[in-house]
């Protein structure tokens, strides 16, 4: 049984490849990508762009511990409609995955039950107490792609620096949520003035900037290898910037709610934009557009963070952190970074690709003979509106609630298998 | 300046009253103009202080965080318009755990309430609850965000006084410079007087230490500075905040000590004020604390006739919401 994916656009930024091309996929692999193949069963993707299967090295599944908001399962579901065949969990579940056997529950749930591939990110320090690291050798000879605390930064410079030089040693890289908790109480948006309006705790950029800049000069000192989560202001981007002009084995990422979305979102104590790093201000928005186009952030992660409509219909002060990103992402990029020419289509694909594939030295993003048949198939011009009642994953907190865009998921295959099909 | 004729009218069409930064000038005037009558039902000397305004009307007093001056203030208000009114003293730290603020508003809604008063330590509550509930919400306030009736009977007391003190009974807030002091920061009462006082033509000025004076204010359309002395020069009103003993410990003011020594408002510090200038303070006072009780007794002081008038204002508020009278220019 064969299948053939005829008529698409293939881009495979891995291989520089941006042409009209069939893909012929044999059972869980791609057999060939030429002209004019033919198989038992015919994919018409015209006026579709086909890629590799997107790959997003930050998401929260909330499996084991808060299956209200997301499963593995459920999660894997909404990364399949937003065209995603791999995506990188994080630990801060409950209990936190920061053993052996916790790394071994994610595989084993998801070999049980997701569509795509999960990656465990695990925790950087036992019980993300930020004390004492974890068992990292361990951790990566059962298949965690990553450390992190994410969610909490480690606070202890002490101890960050040990976990670096540890994780390196390890081939873990670790992906540094950045965040100075000490610099304010509370702290519920961004610190300026509509957090003045609102009377709302503010949370300044210099939170995340002091962070980011003390993570750069870890890294300079122990020579390790780490990753900037989420970068939100013109500030980080600066000091990513000049670290990476130093020789300093840094990448980083952003989220699309960055670039498309400022404070203003705030002003009527939405929950659905309250998410930390906080949205912040035009001045970030532009600095972020400027990073994503002169690659000073390497790559687009949703930092999807599902929560229950009942934990979000509270008051702000109240209310968690996030909000879901999988099922928006790619029209976000499309439509507010590839439309107003800030990115080629080429390179947007290569952000949510082959880029994060390699922080992370995963074996995704991209097309190759031989190797997965994990594609995602999408039409770029397409239009629709953001329905949260439509999305696969559990929860609906999104910002984006009604926002036009372009750029729709057609069909999803991992290991040569749909697991997602517009309807 | 165009004389009104008496035909002309204004509509009042807001559901709520959340903050004062939502009005027009026109609607604050609305409600100021209101006031008055209700003033002089609260003053008769015979008789009964009542009006059958809201009679049969349902007023739930909301209270998430303690508050004697402002709960009684809207209690008696609402008696005074004759409404039936009910107050619920509810425990933020157990509210967290059960049920949600918007549970608690529909079963409260349950029982055929008109109008519900509410406090809460979280800024916005209000807002939420009145886009997507019936009654008539009044924010009591909320979190550091606004606290819109406070704002109202201020600025009712001080162009009361300058009518009075100019014999002028048109005359309003134009031109007058009011300088606020204190923990800004913090403050609810501090934000909608900013809105309240600038709308109505005065200017602010923000007086305080610059941990509790973030530099977004100015962005409001308010001065700020930390030196007492330039506040006050110039200035027709003090406005002072009352300052949280517990926020000592937060690194915010080394100590009440030097927190006197800076910001205390005494017959020394008010050499650099004008003579007649007003003092108002939002209550309850901390007496030689932020002012000395030589200025707290003082003549200049309006501060219980600005209790006096949250009673007026607050029944003319109720009154606008609900009934959505005509009020003439």
Known sequence: MTLVIKNGDVIDPASKTSMPLDILIEGEHIARIGKDLSGDELFDASGCVVCPGLVDIHVHFREPGFESKETIASGSRAAARGGFTSVVTMPNTQPPIDNGGMVEFVNRRARETACIKIWPAAAATKGRAGAEMTEMAELKAVGAVAVTDDGDDIASSRVLRRCLEYADMCGLTYLGHCEDASLVEGGAMNAGLNSTKLGLSGMPKAMEEIAVDRLMRLAEMTKSKVHVCHVSSAGSVEIVRRAKARGIRVTCETAPHYWTLTDDAVTTFNTNAKMNPPLREEEDVAAIKTGIKDGTIDCIATDHAPHTPTEKDVEFDYAPFGIVGLETSLGLVITELVEPGILTLERAVEMMTSAPARILELPAGKLEEGKPADIAIFDPKAEYTVDPAAFLSRSRNTPFAGRRLRGLVKATLCDGRFVYRAP | ?329
Not at chain 2, 67 to 75: G, I
Not at chain 2, 99 to 107: G, I, P, Q, R
Not at chain 2, 220 to 229: E, I
């Open chain 2, 1 to 329: 300046m165009t004389t009104a004729t008496e035909n002309e009218q204004r509509v009042w069409t807001r559901k709520d009253l959340i903050g004062l930064e939502d009005l027009s000038r026109d609607e604050l005037e609305m409600i100021l103009d209101t006031a008055p009558q209700f003033l002089a039902v609260s003053q008769r000397e015979s008789g009964i202080k009542k009006v059958p305004v809201l009679q049969g009307r349902l007023v739930v007093n909301w209270f998430y965080e303690p508050s004697t001056r402002t709960r009684t203030s809207f209690e008696l208000a609402a008696k005074r318009l004759s409404a039936d009114t009910l107050t619920m003293n509810a425990d933020v730290s157990s509210s967290k755990k059960g049920e949600t603020l918007h549970d608690t508003l529909y079963n409260i809604e349950a029982m055929h309430t008109d109008i519900v008063v509410i406090r809460h330590s979280a800024a916005g509550a209000p807002r939420i609850l009145a886009e997507r509930h019936s009654s008539h919400i009044i924010n009591a306030g909320d979190g550091a965000h606004e606290h819109p009736t406070q704002g109202l009977l201020d600025a009712f007391t001080i162009r009361q006084h300058v009518r009075r003190t100019r014999d002028d009974p048109q005359a309003g807030l134009d031109g007058l410079r009011v300088a606020i002091i204190g923990d800004i920061a913090h403050s609810r009462v501090a934000r909608s007087n900013v809105w309240g006082l600038t709308k109505l033509g005065a200017s602010v000025v923000l007086c305080g230490p610059r941990t509790l004076l973030p530099g977004a204010f100015s962005k409001l359309g308010a001065d700020v500075t930390s030196d007492l002395c330039e506040a006050i020069e110039g200035a027709d009103v003090i406005y002072l905040l009352r300052i949280q003993l517990e926020r000592q410990g937060k690194c915010l003011f080394p100590s009440i000590r030097e927190y006197i020594r800076l910001f205390r408002i005494d017959n020394e510090s008010l050499k650099a004020a004008k003579k007649d200038v007003l003092i108002m303070h939002p209550g309850p006072i901390n007496r030689d604390v932020e002012l000395s009780t030589e200025v707290a007794d003082g003549p200049r002081n309006v501060i219980l006739e600005q209790v006096t008038n949250g009673v007026a204002v607050r029944m003319a508020v109720m009154h606008l919401l609900v009934n959505k009278p005509r009020v003439a220019v």
